[in-house]
Every structure is written in C-alpha cells, then in structure tokens.
C-alpha cells in the first residue's frame, strides 16, 4: 500500500494551492482518507477526512470554510484544495487511511487510528 502526496510549496497569504493523495497497492473504497498536518516544533494534526465510499467529509474548525476535500475515484486520487491561506497554516501536509474496522464517530480525527501514511508535502505560507 502506497498513498504518495504532492503538491506542496510556497505562496502567499490569500493564496491558494491543491494538494494530492495518490493511492495504490489496495482498493480503499471502504476507507477513511484524511489530511494531517505538522508544523515545526508542533504535534501532527488533523485537517480534514473524507468517506472514500459516500464522500462524507469532516474538517477541522480552523480550515473550514476555506479547505475542500474531495476525490476521483478514477484516479485513485484524493485532493485538498486550500484556499485563502495563512501563515499559520504552514506545515508538512500528511494524507493518510483508515481501515473500516476502525471508524467510529471519533475516530475520524485520532492520527493513531490511520493505518497507512504518506511521506508528506511541505507547504509554507508567506505573510
């Protein structure tokens, strides 16, 4: 299994960039995909997820409003457009999958109930 996040760089506050999730080695139709982020010297955090199966999507309080999430099933690919951006949104951007076996309405957001991890994207933010 191989999820292989891109799209990462510098920009400006009030810009915006598309990160992607390249899935591969499974069928994930029945995961949970999600993005997590880590700031230096900062815990990894929870973004945002989206139910691969029904689209359902779930966002963290600070991005929402400006973050969407979504997929193409074609493509085996989930995206993060991240919109009106802020210094303090810069970080390395993580995607990540849960097994169905391990949703429930609170898992969405615990970083230890992901199973597969990607290597991550940098993304900073100027002021």
């Known amino acids: 299994v191989q999820l292989q996040a891109s799209g990462g760089g510098l920009v400006q506050a009030g810009g915006s960039l598309r990160l992607s999730c390249a899935a591969s080695g499974r069928t994930f139709s029945r995961y949970v995909m999600g993005w997590f982020r880590q700031a230096p010297g900062k815990e990894r955090e929870f973004v945002a997820a989206?139910?691969?199966?029904?689209?359902?999507?779930w966002y963290t309080d600070s991005v929402m409003g400006r973050f969407t999430v979504s997929r193409d099933n074609a493509e085996n690919t989930m995206y993060l457009q991240m919109t009106s951006l802020k210094p303090e949104d810069t970080a390395v951007y993580y995607c990540?999958?849960?097994?169905?076996?391990?949703?429930?309405?609170?898992?969405?957001?615990?970083?230890?109930?992901?199973?597969?991890w990607g290597q991550g994207t940098k993304v900073t933010v100027s002021s």
């Open positions: 990540a999958a849960q097994a169905p076996s391990r949703y429930y309405s609170g898992s969405i957001s615990r970083r230890d109930l992901y199973d597969y």
């Open positions: 989206l139910r691969w199966s029904d689209v359902s999507t």
